[in-house]
Each structure stands twice: as structure tokens, then as C-alpha cells.
């Protein structure tokens, strides 16, 4: 009696079977040759948790979806893809709206998958920067499947993707802000789950995955954004004008009107240290504190005396200070003394070396005198793992990493191409 032959079954596509069968292909590659994964592929045969079996169903969707990604990082054509069906293919992160393959085409990955935040933001990243940001602080970034709910047309599954944070991280934020974490070296591991529907060769079609974008961050910077503000010169200036008028006009007083109620003598040796157009504002009580402050009043022979020993050829520029009317301080006014016969200020040891200048304590200064000021009270701090620093905007330093990231050389494309 005849046996019915039994028709062996179709081999499974090449893509499910082994993580690196697209490295293969002849196509398009977008740095003109395949990437090497061989650093990433250690990583995960040395921290992954889970071990599957060979062709079980946990197995053959890690293999798809490491050659998918693959493809959608590297192959620069759609028409190269093999692990998806073209004209049905969408992609969606946590419910949002579907993408098309075309448009992860154009943004990567990265861009395609995390949205606006304090610490990234595909807006003001395009596909090099994005590559160079999360490519540079982690040279690999292994993915494995944690355990799969359900199989074909409709596959469950939560994933792990997890790498070492070995270098700075650098990236620009949704307001436009340059980000700096500094690298701690610990890993950086988040998970998430996906939804994959997928055609009878086992393409995918229908993707949405659901995971949180942030953890990642948190990870990177644990404590979070520093800010640190540099205000630039021309706009400290400003702002102390702006101040010094804004008193002016509240209190209705005017320098010419102080001038008037200091003694004869008093004024003669206050016109030689700080010139009148250099006097923005002094109020009137406080007038009669720098009187005291001063020391008793100069007879005319001693004022003569001192115009002539103290006149320089050109008259230096001074800090006139603004003194509020309030018995607190009072009290400080007198720690702060002007020594006229030194030509000096003097004040505690803790005011002397605090190189953290308020708005609201000088009208104005000379201009060699004037610094940038930088509003951190431990500016190390913010170099220290774990946190994150911004940089503005319009920034000179913003500015010159943007250019730089924007372009991707031949020469960083090993570097870039090792990674999951």
C-alpha cells in the first residue's frame, strides 16, 4: 500500500532565524556598507536574561525584530526592507498616530519612537544628530525579548533594551536647549511591550508598541537638569540700568537731589571717586549712611588735601551701591565702609571672595570691571554624574555642537554602525 508523501514544510524566511541575515543583502546602505553589530551581538550573549530555545516562537521574533531594526537604521531604501510588507506597513508609539517606513526613513528611528521632552526632542534633532547622540554615550544597545503573549497574524510580546552609558550625553532638548549628562557608566535598561501584526511570510504590517520614553532619561541623568545661566555682558549692564532707573522712579528721588543734602565737603571728596555720570541712583537715607560710613566730615584743608593726593590722572570708575530703607540693612551698610584715603571698598572675608554679584547691588561699574555672571552657586556640581546641564538656546556652544552633529563623516561610520 502506497504512503501519501508528506510535503516538508516551507523553510522559515532567513530573518527569523538568525539576528544578522539582512547584514547580507546586497542594497542601498546608507553609509555605503553593512553596519557591524559583532560588539553588540557579545553584549547580548553576555548580560541578556533570557536564554530561548532555537526556532521557538520567542526566538523567531527576536530575530525579526533585530533584523528590522537593521534595516529601517541602515537600508536607505524601502524597496531594500525584507521584514516588512511595503504597502501596509505602519509603525505607532503608544497610541499615537501611525508612521509610515517612509518616515522613519527620514527621521530615524530615534525621532520615529520618542517624543518632545525637557531632555530630547526630534524637532531639533534630524536623523545624524539623533544617531550621534544616543550612538556616541552608548556604543552598544542590545535588545532581547522578555516573553511573547501570542503568536501569528497577531504577536504580544514585552522586550528589553538595555546598553552602558559610557560616554556624555549630548542632545537638544524641545525648547531648543543643548543637554548635557555626564557618563556615569552605569547601564541604562528600559522595557516596553509590542503588538505586531504580521502577513503569512511573517512580515511585519501593523506595529504599536507602548513603553515609557523617560525612563531612559531618568536613567541618564538620575538627577536631573542643573540649569546653569550665563547672562552675557551687554545684557547684565542692561538689567542693572533697568534696576537702578525702575528705584529711581519709586522713589522719586533723584542723584542731583542726594547731591544736595551731603555737606560741601563731603561732596567734593565723593565727586573724585565716583564721577556723577557713573552715580545712577543713591537715595537719600542712604546718603546719610555713607556719611557715617564715612567718618566725620572733612574740614576744607584736609578735602584739599586729599583731592591732592588722591586725584588719579584719569578718574577711576567706582560701584555706587544701592542701600534700602530697612533696618536689616542698615545693619550690613555698616560692614560695607569706604575707606576714601585708600581709594578701596572694604567688607567681610565672606562678601570679599563671593564672586556671585546680585542684580539689585550695583548700579554701575567700570567697564573693565564688568563680568559675566553665572548664576550656580557650586558650578562643579553640575559636571558631576548623574546630572544634567543646559545650555541656552542661541548659545555660541549650542550653535557649534549642532553644526558638528549634523554632518556624519565617513570616518565615524564604524563607530556609528556598532550597535543593536
Known sequence: M?????EPAPALPDYLTNPNAVLGDTAEWRYGRAPDYSN????????????????????????????????????????????????NYTFSINGGPPQTAEHILKVGTYNAIIAPNEFYSPKTSDFSKSHKTFKRMMPTFAWEVIEVYSGPPQVAFRWRHWGEMKNNYVGFNDKGEKITAKAHGGSIDVEGVTVATVDDKVRLQKVETWFDPLEMFRQIAPNGIVNKEIVP???????????????????????????????????????????????????????????????????????????????????????????????????????KTMNVENHEETSNAEEATNVKVPLDSTVNRGIDD???????????????????????????????????????????????????
Open 2 to 6: 502506497a504512503t501519501a508523501e508528506v
Open 40 to 87: 553588540t551581538r557579545k553584549v547580548y550573549e553576555n548580560t541578556k536574561k533570557h536564554n530561548h530555545e532555537a526556532a521557538s516562537l520567542p526566538s523567531l521574533v527576536e530575530n525579526l525584530v533585530k533584523n528590522w531594526e537593521i534595516e529601517a537604521s541602515f537600508k536607505s531604501k524601502l524597496e531594500d526592507w525584507r521584514t516588512v510588507d511595503h504597502p
Open 233 to 335: 555682558l551687554e545684557k547684565t549692564a542692561e538689567v542693572e540700568k533697568t534696576t537702578a532707573s525702575e528705584e529711581t522712579a519709586a522713589s522719586g528721588k533723584t542723584a542731583a537731589h542726594v547731591e544736595n543734602a551731603v555737606p560741601n565737603e563731603e561732596a567734593v571728596a565723593l565727586d573724585k571717586i565716583a564721577a556723577p555720570e557713573e552715580i545712577t541712583e543713591v537715595k537719600k537715607t542712604a546718603a546719610s549712611e555713607e556719611v557715617v560710613a564715612l567718618g566725620k566730615t572733612h574740614a576744607p584743608e584736609e578735602t584739599a588735601e586729599l583731592e591732592e593726593t588722591t586725584a588719579p590722572e584719569k578718574p577711576e570708575l567706582w560701584k555706587a551701591v544701592v542701600l534700602e530703607e530697612t533696618e536689616a540693612e542698615k545693619t550690613t551698610t555698616s560692614k
Open 370 to 420: 564688568l563680568e559675566p555672571k553665572i548664576e550656580l552657586a557650586a558650578p562643579e556640581a553640575g559636571e558631576a554624574p548623574g546630572n544634567a546641564v543646559v545650555a541656552a538656546p542661541n548659545s555660541e556652544e549650542t550653535k557649534m555642537v549642532h553644526e558638528e552633529m549634523s554632518r556624519i563623516s565617513a570616518s565615524e561610520c564604524p563607530f556609528l554602525m556598532n550597535r543593536e
